[in-house]
């Protein structure tokens, strides 16, 4: 049975910041997403209608 080798305090720092970044990546994200009610109004591409 393999232990997990103990992180050292550098690499502790180092997972906290890449996740911070990822939240802050994921809250950008979330904010700059289009609310449905947003794309139903959009209007069709008309060459995918009627097969022409």
Known sequence: MQH????????QIEQAERE???QRI????EAK???VEET??????????GGR
Request: proline share 11%.
């Open 40 to 49: 139903t109004r959009a209007v069709p591409d008309r060459r995918w209608r």
């Open 4 to 11: 997990e080798p103990i992180q050292s305090r550098g690499e």
């Open 20 to 22: 911070a970044v990822r």
């Open 26 to 29: 994921l809250a950008q994200a």
């Open 33 to 35: 997403r289009i609310p």
